[in-house]
Antibody
Framework: QVQLQQSGPGLVKPSQTLSLTCVIS??????????WNWIRQSPSRGLEWLGR?????????DYAASVKGRITINPDTSKNQFSLQLNSVTAEDTAVYYC???????????WGRGTLVTVSS | QSALTQPASVSGSPGQSITISCTGS?????????VSWYQQHPGKAPKVMIY???NRPSGVSNRFSGSKSGSTASLTISGLQAEDEGDYYC??????????FGTGTKVTVL
């Protein structure tokens, strides 16, 4: 059974870096055609796709325009996981963050449980 | 990339059918058949109900169906049941190679 297990701090100070990790069990971060995504949800912004990493002969990343320049998503093949780093956070970045498996261009079929991250001093 | 537009709420009585619309543009819904629909219950992660406009994942009830016309996709729930109550979101692949979600619709079973 494929599962995604998220971890990371629930509180981050303004201007600092938000870091989350998603461990994959039952699948591989290097699986062809699969993309490993970060998605967040807040009352003000709804569901917002942040970006993804995927392997297709080499590693690729795609990021949402709204966070480009502040975001990095990295795969870690040795630990079969992927991570999210979001720099220079503000209160606007307060949200529930989900990791999710997606299929290129199409749907997200597997989600982590979500991590509430609050940006506050 | 602006969020896809959905009605804020839709309601129906048990046994009835309801339809949720999802309006995008030629940069997303209008061009690509990569529209998905997700159901979300309070405190839970979203669950895919429809993918690629009209395909149902294994295990999803055939009471759920999807369609598309132009830049508007639709999700129909027939034979509405109490367990269908929740929030529903559409999503689409975009010409920028990214993904955009809809604004979300709260479904209430009366």
């Amino acid at each position: 059974q494929v599962q995604l297990q998220q971890s990371g701090p629930g509180l981050v100070k303004p201007s600092q870096t938000l870091s989350l990790t998603c461990v994959i069990s039952g699948d591989s971060v290097s699986t062809n055609s699969a993309a490993w995504n970060w998605i967040r949800q807040s009352p003000s912004r709804g569901l917002e796709w942040l970006g993804r990493t995927y392997y297709n002969s080499k590693w690729y990343n795609d990021y949402a325009a709204s966070v480009k320049g502040r975001i990095t998503i990295n795969p870690d093949t040795s630990k079969n996981q992927f991570s999210l780093q979001l720099n220079s956070v503000t209160a606007e970045d307060t949200a529930v963050y989900y990791c999710a498996r997606g299929w290129l261009r199409t749907h997200f079929d597997l989600w982590g449980r979500g991590t509430l991250v609050t940006v506050s001093s | 990339q602006s969020a896809l537009t959905q009605p804020a709420s839709v309601s129906g009585s048990p046994g009835q059918s309801i339809t949720i619309s999802c309006t995008g543009s030629s940069s997303d819904v209008g061009t690509y058949n990569y529209v998905s629909w997700y159901q979300q219950h309070p405190g839970k992660a979203p669950k895919v109900m429809i993918y690629e406009v009209s395909n149902r994942p294994s295990g999803v009830s055939n009471r759920f169906s999807g369609s598309k016309s132009g830049s508007t996709a639709s999700l129909t729930i027939s034979g509405l049941q109490a367990e269908d109550e929740g929030d529903y979101y559409c999503s689409s692949y975009t010409s920028s190679g990214t993904v955009v979600f809809g604004t979300g619709t709260k479904v209430t079973v009366l």
